[in-house]
T-cell receptor, first 110, second 110 residues
Framework: NAGVTQTPKFRILKIGQSMTLQCAQD?????MYWYRQDPGMGLKLIYY???????DKGEVPNGYNVSRSTTEDFPLRLELAAPSQTSVYFC?????????FGPGTRLTVT | DAKTTQPPSMDCAEGRAANLPCNHS???????VYWYRQIHSQGPQYIIH???NNETNEMASLIITEDRKSSTLILPHATLRDTAVYYC???????????FGKGTKLTVNP
């Protein structure tokens, strides 16, 4: 099993550009999550999904969108990128009690 | 914001037990205590969780006080690879409600 995979690993965006961060898991987990982690801080939940077709907002959803059309994939969309979205983005999948994290995407918006 | 309180940093000698404390004085009766850790810049890793009783798995032990207002994560024989930031969290129901604070940075010294 590859576990949770994220692409790209690194990305530099200009202000106002858009992009999609990809996340895929091969463990057949119903639950998937997107977090962001700013330097020296803990993770903050952006969006999560409890199954295909079901998504819900986390703590910091503004500026992001998600979709969950399949069990395996949970892409995160950034529209109109802003410098405040410079961060490391982690995707995770899991059961209701345990989450498995991907390696992260380092995003810089300049 | 995180509802738990942890010391910002701790040191431990290699081969000794590492005891990481956590205060969760406002925890309610149906909230679980979760522990995760994050090694360097990797995604966090689940360690253990519990409700009332002490728990043990292959990674660690979790000791919860009788009044449930605090807990201790015990790594019985710390190794250099246990150097990480350890997060203690409380949540009702499943892990989709986890709130990551700043955690405790544990440094295991040779």
């Amino acid at each position: 099993n590859a576990g949770v995979t994220q692409t790209p690993k690194f990305r530099i965006l200009k202000i106002g550009q858009s992009m999609t961060l990809q996340c895929a898991q091969d463990m057949n987990h119903n639950y998937m999550y997107w977090y962001r982690q700013d330097p020296g801080m803990g993770l903050k939940l952006i969006y999560y999904s409890v199954g295909a077709g079901i998504t819900d907002k986390g703590e910091v959803p503004n500026g992001y969108n998600v979709s969950r059309s399949t069990t395996e994939d949970f892409p995160l969309r950034l529209e109109l990128a802003a410098p405040s979205q410079t961060s490391v983005y982690f995707c995770a999948s899991g059961t209701s009690y345990e989450q498995y994290f991907g390696p992260g995407t380092r995003l810089t918006v300049t | 914001d995180a509802k738990t309180t942890q010391p910002p940093s701790m040191d431990c000698a290699e081969g000794r037990a590492a005891n990481l404390p956590c205060n969760h004085s406002t925890i309610s009766g149906n909230e679980y205590v979760y522990w995760y850790r994050q090694i360097h810049s990797q995604g966090p890793q689940y360690i253990i969780h519990g409700l009332k009783n002490n728990e043990t798995n292959e990674m660690a032990s979790l000791i919860i006080t009788e009044d449930r207002k605090s807990s201790t994560l015990i790594l019985p024989h710390a190794t250099l690879r246990d150097t990480a930031v350890y997060y203690c969290m409380e949540t009702q129901g499943g892990s989709e409600k986890l709130v990551f604070g700043k955690g405790t940075k544990l440094t295991v010294n040779p």
